[in-house]
């Protein structure tokens, strides 16, 4: 949001009762920048024998997006489009959840009897909505029916409208939601959205750099290993060119404060894996894996969907696998570049072809090396039959059974919206967790988590102590956070909370209803993808779109938290290992333009975080900080 630009300017706020006993506004404004009005009726000074409104005066207008009018002084909001604009640039795939909800209230105002228990579960919670709340609703539906259709087909997924008029069927919904989680999936590992089905990348030739760079054929290369860089990086990565992260460190406790922290060390020496320059260079990191996981290679050369992976273990383990991978191929970067007037091969670590394996369940635990195995059907004569990759490592550990629980502790606000002189920030933040279990028996999403805040300013810090999620025999974990700043009279903050509270219900009830076809879907995406902490992230971010685009259509509320996190049982104990150091810093931008940066705070018995998100548009800076610890 802007500030207004230039201090001279004209306003005159004319309220005045006509004979007919309408009333009317003037307003006139001169001004180079940029001014925000809200135009809510003004109290009188004094009191005054409330106005018969004849039956002639034209009803008030109503602001698409706007269906509860904000309180008079409040913060200036975005408009509908300006809301919307982000999800249609930034969205992989429309929203089911949303597009299903608004079926579903379309057939309730029509008067429709429930189709099915899904539906008769939304219309539960439709039917106990207030008179105000019902009028809202109606009012949100003739937002959404204002929509342009390249609005309502970038943001709300078109398959649900299909039906017609009839109820939906919650396997149809089902398959729908796990598109769209695959999608997302699909970006999350393969940073392409279309890689739902195999594709293979380019032959590249690989040539010698010795005997005068002879042919050596198209052989794979690994350069990465769940987003690590390998020994095999290429252009070669020297000393000083790895993160920590990538680095094998040895951490060992220490008091501090009163608090147990870790001291890591590089380690120099017994490198489980490779070990970069000479002898006393550091160890690259052999990244965890749990048997029934997926491992993602990326590098170049994954040029044949029958690609395979084999496994060999370091002694004194004796255990090999032939494995299945999938294969997503680069198509985008080019096989050639031209070099002072020459075509030359582009085969390094530009090309990022990825694939899958998973981790059979009953592998023995221990060091392996890992090598890309892919068939020759190049068709180049005098080559060999398959092409070999050079080993990198992985150690494969047992399964996650320890008890985990997340919850969060404080909101910090570092910077409240602009303009501040306009006063205090009025904050709405909810969290929607779905624990993802080991067995893939169950999805449920848990009860909603609310915290509402009044008056937050700059510097404010507000308590959140509240566990967020907890259990054991997980997979993984998803938890969406959604924040907004709404400013509104007492009165329409009640109808703001309630009906928002009741579309989350509703949200809750036709995940949990769909959650049983939902949850097959899910174990065959994991089987394909793996990464149990991508999958948790698809589903937060699958909850988080929905909510946003609902609350868009009606509510007088500006974005300014949006997050998905989605951790593996792994990526937990990583967290609360001793074994391993901080993480770094990280950085994402949210679907609704939010910069999110993860920042860890402490790692001991615990590991804590600060998670950061900045809205440019609303000039703000909120911070929540969330706690992690293994109980069991």
């Not at 404004?29 to 940029?34: A, D, L, P, R, S």
């Not at 999800?87 to 992989?92: A, C």
């Not at 670590?349 to 890992?370: A, K, M, N, S, W």
């Not at 779905?434 to 915290?451: C, G, K, R």
């Amino acid at each position: 949001m802007e500030e207004l630009k230039e201090q001279k300017y004209r306003r005159t706020l004319g309220k005045q009762q006509r004979e007919d006993g309408c009333c009317e506004f003037d307003i006139d404004i001169k001004n180079k920048g940029t001014i925000y009005i809200n135009c809510p009726t003004a109290p009188a000074e004094k009191p005054r024998p409330p106005l018969e409104r004849p039956e002639e005066c034209p009803p008030p207008s109503r602001a698409k997006g706007a269906c509860i009018p904000l309180a008079l002084g409040s913060k200036p909001k975005k408009s509908l489009q300006a809301k919307l604009q982000p999800l249609i640039e930034n969205s992989p795939v429309p929203s089911v959840l949303a597009a299903t909800i608004l079926h579903q209230a379309r057939r309730f105002q029509l008067g429709r009897s429930p189709g099915n228990p899904m539906e008769a579960s939304v219309f539960e919670v439709l039917g106990g909505l207030s008179p105000e709340l019902k009028n809202t609703l109606s009012c949100a539906m003739e937002t959404f029916d204002g929509l342009s259709k390249r609005t309502r087909e970038s943001i709300f997924a078109q398959e649900v409208f299909s039906t017609g008029d009839q109820a939906l069927d919650p396997k149809q919904v089902a398959d729908l939601v796990v598109g769209e989680i695959e999608g997302r999936v699909a970006k999350e590992v393969f940073n392409h959205e279309g890689c739902t089905v195999e594709s293979p990348g380019l032959p590249r030739p690989v040539f010698s750099t010795v005997n005068g760079g002879n042919f050596l054929g198209f052989i794979p290369s690994i350069c990465r290993v769940n987003g690590l860089r390998t020994f095999h990086f290429q252009p070669r990565l020297g000393v000083g060119d790895y993160e920590p992260d990538e680095l094998q460190q040895n951490c060992t406790p220490q008091v501090a404060d009163g608090e147990v922290q870790f001291n890591c060390e590089v380690l120099t020496e017994d490198c489980p894996g490779h070990q970069v320059g000479d002898v006393a260079g550091p160890c690259l990191r052999v990244p965890e894996v749990s048997t029934g996981d997926i491992v993602v290679l990326e590098g170049f050369n994954f040029f044949n969907v029958e690609a395979k992976v084999h496994l060999n273990a370091k002694p004194p383990g004796t255990a090999t696998e032939e494995i299945e991978t999938f294969v997503c191929g680069d198509q985008e970067t080019p096989a050639t570049e031209e070099i002072n007037g020459e075509d030359i091969p582009i085969n390094d670590c530009r090309v990022h072809d990825r694939l899958t394996f998973q981790i059979p369940d009953e592998l023995p635990v221990g060091i392996y090396e890992v090598r890309v195995v892919v068939p020759n059907n190049t068709g180049v004569e005098g080559t060999d039959p398959e092409f070999v990759s050079e080993e990198i490592f992985i150690r494969v550990v047992p399964p996650e059974t320890a008890q985990f629980q997340i919850a969060s502790e404080e909101l910090h606000a570092k910077k409240e919206t602009s303009p501040a002189s306009f006063g205090s920030d009025e904050v709405a933040i909810r969290f929607l967790t779905v624990p993802i279990l080991s067995d893939s028996t169950e999805l449920e999403m848990n009860a909603p988590i609310n915290f509402r805040f009044g008056n937050v300013d700059s510097g404010d810090t507000r308590d959140m102590s509240r566990v967020l999620i907890q259990g054991s025999g997980l997979a993984g974990v998803s938890i969406a956070i959604v924040g907004f700043e709404v400013d509104s009279e007492d009165a329409f903050e009640n109808q703001i909370d309630n009906f928002t509270d009741a579309f989350v219900e509703i949200l809750k009830r036709v995940w949990n209803a769909i959650k049983d076809f939902v949850k097959g879907g899910v174990a065959a995406i994991v089987k394909k993808y793996g990464v149990k902490g991508a999958i948790g992230v698809a589903i937060a971010a699958v909850v988080a779109l929905g909510i946003i685009a609902i609350v868009a259509l009606w509510a007088p509320a500006d974005l300014i938290i949006e997050d998905s996190i989605g951790l593996s049982s792994l990526d937990l104990a990583i967290l609360t290992s001793a074994n391993f150091p901080l993480p770094e810093v990280a950085e994402f931008t949210s679907v609704g333009e939010v910069d999110v940066k993860i920042v860890p705070v402490s790692k001991g018995v615990q590991y804590r975080e600060r998670r950061e998100y900045r809205s440019d548009d609303e000039d703000s800076e909120y911070h929540i900080s969330l706690r992690y610890n293994r109980l069991a």
